[in-house]
């Protein structure tokens, strides 16, 4: 099992920046396909980041976001550029098979940090 501790969030204006980082302990974070995603006020949860052997993002996300992972800290971050209000959700951590992440199941979720784009 993996527990997932996500910090780094907040009030940002709009074409702010913020970074998110998740804190994995238990395993390692290299031994799972770990991901993020997000979920608005009266909205699905949705993907928005991942990273295995390779990172896929959302088309929503490209180009302003990046996922990437500290070994050596068993740590995941998903540095978010350019955000825009659109962007305000409550951000999750998870952890599963590559399979669990693209189906939207990973089998461990963290709290979730809010982030709020000001316009």
């Known amino acids: 099992q993996v527990q997932l501790v996500e910090s780094g969030g907040g009030l940002v204006r709009a074409g702010g920046s913020l970074r998110l980082s998740c804190a994995a302990s238990?395993?390692?974070?290299?031994?799972?396909?770990m991901a993020w995603f997000r979920q608005a006020p009266g909205t699905e949860r949705e993907f928005v980041a991942s990273i295995s052997w390779t990172t896929s993002y959302a088309d929503s996300v490209k180009g302003r976001f990046t996922i990437f992972r500290d070994n050596a800290k068993n740590t995941v971050y998903l540095q978010m550029n350019s955000l825009k209000p659109e962007d305000t959700a409550v951000y999750y951590c998870a952890a599963g098979t590559y399979i669990e992440v693209q189906t939207g199941t990973p089998s461990y979720w963290g709290q979730g940090t809010q982030v709020t784009v000001s316009s």
């Open positions: 238990g395993r390692t974070v290299s031994s799972y396909t």
